[in-house]
Nanobody, 120 residues
Framework: QVQLVESGGGLVQPGGSLRLSCAAS????????MDWYRQAPGKQRELVAA???????NYADSVKGRFTISRDNAKNTVYLQMNSLKPEDTAVYYC??????????????WGQGTQVTVSS
């Protein structure tokens, strides 16, 4: 069994910063790509940033230059540093991991989500 637990969300003023964390635990053999998605009210879930096991990154155009994704493979943890936050960044942020469990099978797991609200 695998769990992804996110933390770090909250309320921040426009222009502020937040750092999200997502820790994976359980019967994990290896983790491939780890991603951050977000879903605003009334909108579809969208990919925000992704990072491969080798450290290659990809970002949505709307967050390039403001958000940075990173990971600590020893801790099975992915981070999302969010700077210069805008009201349109308000959403529930979800962590997603493409991993191999100890039985050798591959799965994608989702975290429970953490709310980020950008408002004055």
């Amino acid at each position: 069994q695998v769990q992804l637990v996110e933390s770090g969300g909250g309320l921040v003023q426009p222009g502020g910063s937040l750092r999200l964390s997502c820790a994976a635990s359980g019967s994990i053999f290896s983790i491939n790509t780890m991603d951050w998605y977000r879903q605003a009210p009334g909108k579809q879930r969208e990919l925000v940033a992704a990072i491969t096991g080798a450290g290659s990154t990809n970002y949505a155009d709307s967050v390039k230059g403001r958000f940075t994704i990173s990971r600590d493979n020893a801790k099975n943890t992915v981070y999302l540093q969010m700077n210069s936050l805008k009201p349109e960044d308000t959403a529930v942020y979800y962590c997603n991991a493409d991993l191999v469990v100890t039985t050798g099978r591959s799965f994608r797991y989702w975290g429970q989500g953490t709310q980020v609200t950008v408002s004055s």
